[in-house]
Nanobody
Framework: QVQLVESGGGLVQPGGSLKLSCVAS????????MSWYRQAPGKERELVAS????????RYIDSVKGRFTISRDNAKNTVYLQMNSLESEDTAVYYC????????????WGQGTQVTVSS
């Protein structure tokens, strides 16, 4: 079955950086577009960044463009999210799942990883 395990979150000051990782299993990872999503308290989950199945194209929501970078290593079934210049508005639980270019996320979600940006 689909399994997604996110890690790398933590508490960071505004302007700081974090790198999130997500190890996937149970589906053909190298053939799937992947995305990072986030859910802030009291808000709906939103798609933040997507990467094409082969890593040749990426997309971002406007609020993270120039600050976040999504990447993947298909040999390790892992997708990453490098987050720089973090802002308090980036505070959320971050999840990875299939997505982007019309692909819908799997019903199964991981536990997510908490990112808190605060001084």
């Amino acid at each position: 079955q689909v399994q997604l395990v996110e890690s790398g979150g933590g508490l960071v000051q505004p302007g700081g950086s974090l790198k999130l990782s997500c190890v996937a299993s149970g589906f053909p990872f190298s053939a799937r577009h992947m995305s990072w999503y986030r859910q802030a308290p009291g808000k709906e989950r939103e798609l933040v960044a997507s990467i094409l199945y082969d890593g040749t194209s990426t997309r971002y929501i406007d609020s993270v463009k120039g600050r976040f970078t999504i990447s993947r290593d298909n040999a390790k079934n892992t997708v990453y999210l490098q987050m720089n210049s973090l802002e308090s508005e980036d505070t959320a639980v971050y999840y990875c799942n299939r997505g982007g270019w019309g692909g819908a996320p799997y019903d199964a979600w991981g536990q997510g990883t908490q990112v808190t940006v605060s001084s």
